[in-house]
């Protein structure tokens, strides 16, 4: 048995292509890491703070208050962003109809487009690295199956010369290429089970967010805001 044959072993009698494959399925796999340590970072983050950032912003006295105990808790910088955008619309359309410009459209509806806007810019910045991850987890696996492919090949037309084909002369090489497409699964599954885990992590936050928008446009609208003692359901004027 040759004592020899091993990814060492492999990458030496490996050509160009089958280097570059290997490097590539590295890459991947190392990016793939870095975007999944950075969101897991982010969500926790987020999970750890948005629950306080809330609670700041309802029990503070004013809007002023509440817009800055936001900021001071929402690490993450979600729900800031969405309570700024609300409140900057809102006095927006305040000082536009005291000169009588923006008569056709009501406060309700500007601040319900200022917010819709926030939502879907925040959205799109909790999703980033999730088309990374869904193309790593579907293409990974088809890019090690071709280095296996090309590996067999490249090992087949290596012992084509032989006037004799043992079995232990084609065993190996040909194990050795099926280390491809190891490779190839084990840059894949991370890469999808965090991308599952993250969608749905991204499915709670921006529901957190459209139950905020929808209290927050309550309260820049009509005066009318959740209590800092009682259930979600008890409300109080603001004063």
């Known amino acids: 048995m040759n004592t020899q044959l091993g990814l060492s072993h492999f990458w030496a009698q ?20 870095c975007v999944i340590a950075g969101k897991f970072l982010a969500h926790w983050r987020a999970s750890r703070t948005q629950a306080r950032a809330l609670a700041a912003f309802w029990s503070a006295d004013s809007l002023p208050e509440a817009l800055e105990a936001i900021r001071l808790e929402d690490k993450s910088g979600i729900l800031t962003s969405l309570a700024l955008s609300g409140a900057h619309a809102a006095q927006a359309h305040e000082q536009h109809a005291a000169r009588g410009i923006g008569a056709g459209v009501n406060a309700s509806e500007f601040v319900t487009r200022c917010l819709r806007q926030s939502i879907v810019t925040s959205q799109a910045r909790i999703e980033q690295g999730l088309t990374f991850l869904a193309s790593v987890g579907s293409t990974a696996p088809f890019i090690g199956l071709f280095g296996t492919v090309w590996g067999i090949y490249h090992a087949l037309v290596g012992l084509s010369g032989s006037s004799q084909v043992v079995l232990d002369k084609v ?15 084990f840059v894949a599954i ?11 992590a991204n499915r709670l936050v921006l529901a957190q967010m459209d139950g905020f928008a929808h209290d927050l446009h309550a309260y820049l609208t009509t005066g009318v805001r959740l209590s800092s003692t009682g259930p979600v359901s008890a409300l109080v004027r603001a004063a």
């Open 14 to 33: 490996g050509d160009g292509v089958s280097h570059t494959v290997a490097l590539l399925l590295l890459f991947l796999s190392v990016a793939s890491w």
């Open 171 to 185: 065993a190996g090489p040909v194990g050795e290429a099926l280390i491809m497409t190891a490779a190839g699964l």
């Open 190 to 200: 991370p890469a999808v089970l965090a991308y599952n885990a993250f969608t749905r």
